[in-house]
């Protein structure tokens, strides 16, 4: 009866300390930043046009980021999803608002999931010729892009905040991760299949032209 008691308290304890133990993996690790070519800055829905505070955390952020250290652009990568203007748009309202020059701003407007953005902002990077980044995003999401800069080839250090603040609203996300990794797979091959300067989500036939041809 005690063997089962023990084997039944153990049982228990994983079940509530698993989910803990992936929290805190998922928020963990070493994040780099420090001086390169490009920041860039990974979009977030923005219903209604207006800025989410995830996507503000990471503006705010970015903010400090450009303040610290030397960067020849930022790299604002994000399509209209849930909004009538691109997230690229909206964050380059903010930014400006906040002191950044409008020519230090570079804009990726057609990216409608992560796997896009990073596809996306390496062809854009090759074309201005910035050889190095820094992808912001926020805690829950910098597992997944590493992952997928690895898979196309991307170098790049990655960098979110950890503050409490933002933590608070990555709760649900940082668990539906396990579904959007799974997600992220089929695209990651998609991209891996993409010729030289050709980029991917919504774009325009000028667009379409236009990455084809660089």
Known sequence: MLGWLLIGGLAAG??????????????????????????????????????????????????????????????????????????????????????????????ETVSRNTVHNLVNC????????????????????IRRIRYIASCIGMPAMCFGSRSLSALRYQIKLTYDEIKAFRLTLPWIRRAQQTKPGEMMGQLTQEQRVVSKGA
């Open 14 to 107: 994983c079940v509530v300390l698993a989910p803990l133990l992936y929290f805190a993996w998922m928020h963990g690790g070493v994040y780099r930043k420090g001086n390169a070519d490009a920041l860039i800055i990974l979009g977030y829905k923005c219903d209604q046009d207006r800025i989410h505070p995830l996507l503000k955390d990471r503006l705010d952020t970015a903010l400090r980021l450009w303040s610290k250290f030397r960067f020849q652009k930022i790299l604002l990568s994000g399509g209209a999803v849930t909004s009538s203007l691109s997230e690229a748009e909206i964050m380059k309202r903010y930014l400006e608002e906040n002191g950044v020059p409008a020519d230090k701003l570079l804009l």
């Open 122 to 141: 390496r062809v854009i990077m090759e074309q201005e010729g910035l050889a190095s980044c820094v992808i912001l995003s926020n805690s829950f999401h």
